[in-house]
């Protein structure tokens, strides 16, 4: 079978540098195009080390970029939706990692990113890439909204205890820990080394643009809280959802409720040990990886679960959710060019 | 004036070396015992490098004591309230890093420790060492119960919102994140470098032990969230206290009630910055310090206040505050010794 | 065409854990037995967390091992040799990563690891598993003893130097920086996180081991300065060679002397460049991958050249040697199964 | 005793900041002004949190200083000597921690900064600021010119042995591991977290500008080799001399050469223990204290010495030994404002 070529937009950062070595070993994929305005004519694997060797491709121009089967958009948050209408014509297919498509109301996406949609029309043919919750419109639709790293954590923790109804859905908090990587490739003064090494740092503590998205796809009635603190890690998510139960529940049942929202989900995996060190989702296993893992314990004192996800967020965060997405899309095995398995230790 | 001597007892632990550190360096205290079991006859600064050159102290066993005016006690927690009656004739003046007799009531002892306590009529000689809550009682007592690093932390963040009602008390939830130095200097599989280095690792996210003392002290009707995080430091704890508000409050409002609460106290910060990379607290600048900043952000969507806190689990968490109850005790400036003022970068 | 059936005995460390995700993975072997005296019944799951979902395979005695076409021996060093006669009826072709078959002359494994070897007859059938200077030899073998991982590093970074004879071969300092994971899974007093993060620890600076097999590869005529430091890193060694130079020479007749002898070795890549943050050999972005990264610096100043490799120990400087050299050895194409690019950032 | 009053010129930077932190604490100096082009007008605390609570200065610009006892100079290298004249006006005495006057001879100082100094008539002023081969030297004299940090780990370590005629001095390897704070507070490409944690770097492995004031301290006729890691920690430097020896020697002897070269050195403590997990100079444990730690080992089997020394690069590296060589300066205690122990675990 002839592999379909496929583009990267805005690929000298660490999502779109994820996705070149995605589709460098897919099966079903060529990458023809890996854009970045500021490195045109450079090999990627000046920006991209790990690709040393394994690739002579040099970074183009989109304005260079031909018509290929498959468009990967890394562009900043704000930068496909103006231009939308032009990409559109490079490939039949697109799936898009930034923020711009993954809302169903503009007033949704004017809420949380505070300005309005610039192609609002537009928004009824995305889809959003959560294949554990949108498996089967995914794969009739062509364009598709990647979600947010921290969302994606944040909404696959919780959605078969909301969707079962076992929870007080209005006063859930989201506590998330995460690695310096989420917050791409451009140096500043809080990602300098001896400020950031070593840090537990309290970073966006109310008022994350990935609430949104959240409130969205659980179909919540009231914004949740949702802390996000800096960790001294390159690459993972921990997600503590905090909820409060609606009446007693059996730790039993709630596997049953997991297993079954579950079942048909090949990168989900439930993570609940009773013993040794890896009882509970761990983000540091899954780098590379497009694993969620998942978990909880039930809290008899304080009558509430805590939900527990982890990911990588280059990965099942951005990456590898939007290769994943784009195999339902073309119809290939939903975990094609996806089997790495993990290190550890790593 | 001559200085007032003491004995560590358990002083091959991490408590015990900073208290060393603290003792050595403190202008109205002399080291005179520092008791190991194992490593009785060593010098101590074998086991605690940092020491090499500023003493020539060997440990010696517990027997060996001799009458000192002050015994800080770095026993394993089980170990100090069975032997209470033979350990107060050693010194008029005991300060406890266990969780021995921190509780008022024997029966929330047995129910968070899961055991009677061995000596339950002694409860009523101790206080509850945390200044910023009993200043003036501990001045009257000779008896001290240090809390749990994880404790001061969740309760320095709360009881100002707590005290002033502003909060639904039945409902908080502590989402701690904490270094590794805390769990003692035992190795074991889980603190293996490899498993341990850049691992955020749901640790103990119901039942901890501390959540006890926190609804002792904060007078908490209902059981708290309370959830750890091990996180890849190795001093430090975060707190993340989410609670919802009873009724609006404005940024000013919290100020007032923060401010008032800790007019007295020499080692609360409020950390609360508009711009910068250092907004909220952060344990990382705090390490050998004795300070607990605090912090907080209010959430209008979610309609919570995120308060925060960060200690030095090593500092303020055990042998810092051991140092303030200390000064206090015995009537000296409540900050002798506790001086430094951490490093930045570290 | 049907799999190779291999077994791994020792597969409860870190490198039994990395051989059996490389054999998970592999097109033309299969993984029947991982053999664990403490935890045979178990899943490998359990103690390798990457490996969930993956794989039901359970640990067993060696005494359950059948019959099959390849093993791999993760035993510690000592272990094989003594029954050696037993393991060689389990499979025709034996891949070591341990040291008992390393050595040529049993006075050479005396000389470094003070006791005689226990079957030194055996030592002729063995050869040093080091493609890149064996890789015709280890084609015409059936028993390959793979080699040290900082003995990899360091041969691999002068071996081209030495051959062509540009550099003063009696007064080589290798000075080689290591991770944690090099030291296997067993917890210990170094290797507990609050004393192991953050270190940069003279380790072994002068007797190690590994000096031997160098020494025996490398072909030369005086020991070399070999020194090791503990750094904070989980996987991965950079091994910094000082020598001096015999006469001057450029740049270009270096780089000509690194390809012509890398010409044939597709895990060698040369990583010299003239800018960015990436110039030399660095061991970060190479975990989980089967390269070692070389390069070099000429110093006029000193008259001599510090040549540099990296690679991941537990990757070309155990397990994925072991799959070359088990390649090699049943005629698969050299990379089969380690495709893997490795992460970047991580 | 009244205190001497100060100013640290450049108050921004690492070392800036860590000076503030060592004068607020100092029993006879004071610090009046810190400036900052940048920030003045702004709270040194803003910059440098760990001061937060503990004064009120604010930045100013150096044209605000007024005449002071003891001028801090950390303006960066090349922006003093340009407009010594003015600054002399300031102060009677100057410590500078940059490279502007170390040097003796002018040409050495183009050699290695690459263009001609500014002012060559004023290096006769000052002298080397390491007390340990220059104690009485810096008594008299009140310009210091502060030892760049590698220099000073690189110094240390081999002082008595090239003093002492047992090492080849033709033929020292300088193998150095650094800490990120060491580079600065300005972020980068390469100091980015994603891409500075975790690695093991080879920075700068030959030609580095630190190696010219080894050789004039050392006064060695070669130019050793001289290569620096850059490691994923903060603060710390660890350097492996590697030197032949002239002819065979005893542990006992070299015991003696290091215990009487040091033997009024209050700073400088030999480590070299035979067991434990701290045989040997760790930097880990040195974060804020002005020691450096020495120690070595004698390799029989390649007839050489690896001689280590350690030190915090802000300390012992920068700041604390400004404030040793103005305690010497202004006759005050070698140790006074010096005396914290460092941390452990940290």
């Given at each position: 079978m002839q592999k379909l070529s496929t583009a990267i937009l805005g690929a000298s950062g660490y999502v779109g540098g994820e996705l070149a070595r995605l589709l460098l070993g897919h099966p079903h994929f060529e990458l023809k195009f890996a854009t970045s305005e500021n490195f045109a004519?450079?090999?990627i694997s000046k920006v991209h080390p790990n690709l040393r060797g394994a690739t002579n491709l040099k970074f183009c121009k989109i304005s260079e970029v031909e018509k290929v089967d498959v468009i990967f958009s890394c562009l900043?948050?704000?930068?496909l939706a103006p231009r939308i209408s032009e990409i559109e014509k490079l490939a039949p297919k697109i799936i898009d990692?930034?923020?711009?498509?993954?809302?169903?109301?503009p007033e949704d996406f004017e809420k949380w990113y505070g300005h309005s949609h610039p192609?609002?029309?537009?928004?009824?043919?995305?889809?959003?890439?959560l294949p554990e919750l949108h498996r089967e419109e995914i794969k009739k639709f062509s364009k598709i909204a990647v979600p947010g790293c921290t969302a994606t954590a944040a909404i696959l923790s919780t959605a078969p205890l909301v969707k079962a109804g076992?929870?007080?859905?209005s006063k859930i908090i989201f506590d998330l820990k995460v690695a310096s990587?989420?917050?791409?490739?451009k140096p500043n003064a809080g990602s300098h080394h001896p400020e950031r090494a070593g840090v537990l740092r309290s970073?966006?503590?109310?008022?994350?643009?990935?609430t949104g998205e959240t409130v969205q796809e659980l179909k919540l009635k009231n914004v949740p809280g949702y802390s996000i603190t800096s960790t001294p890690v390159v690459r993972g998510i921990v997600c503590h959802a905090h909820a409060f139960l609606n009446s007693e529940i059996s730790d039993k049942e709630v596997w049953k409720i997991y297993r079954e929202f579950y079942?048909?989900?090949?990168?989900?995996r439930i993570v609940k040990e009773a013993?040794?060190?890896?009882?509970l989702p761990e983000p540091k296993i899954l780098s590379g990886t497009n694993f969620c893992d998942v978990g909880w314990i039930l809290d008899e004192n304080s009558k509430s679960i805590i939900a527990v996800s982890a990911i990588d967020n280059l990965g099942k965060g951005a990456a590898g959710a939007s290769i994943q997405c784009a195999n339902l899309v073309c119809e290939f095995e939903e975990k094609a060019g996806l089997e790495f398995l993990g290190l550890h230790p790593v």
């Open positions: 004519g450079k090999l900043p948050h704000g930068s990692s930034s923020a711009d498509f993954r809302f169903e109301n192609a609002p029309e537009k928004l009824e043919e995305w889809v959003y890439g076992v929870i007080d859905s990587s989420g917050s791409g490739n970073f966006k503590l109310a008022g994350h643009r990935h079942s048909d989900a090949p990168f989900i013993g040794g060190i890896h009882q």
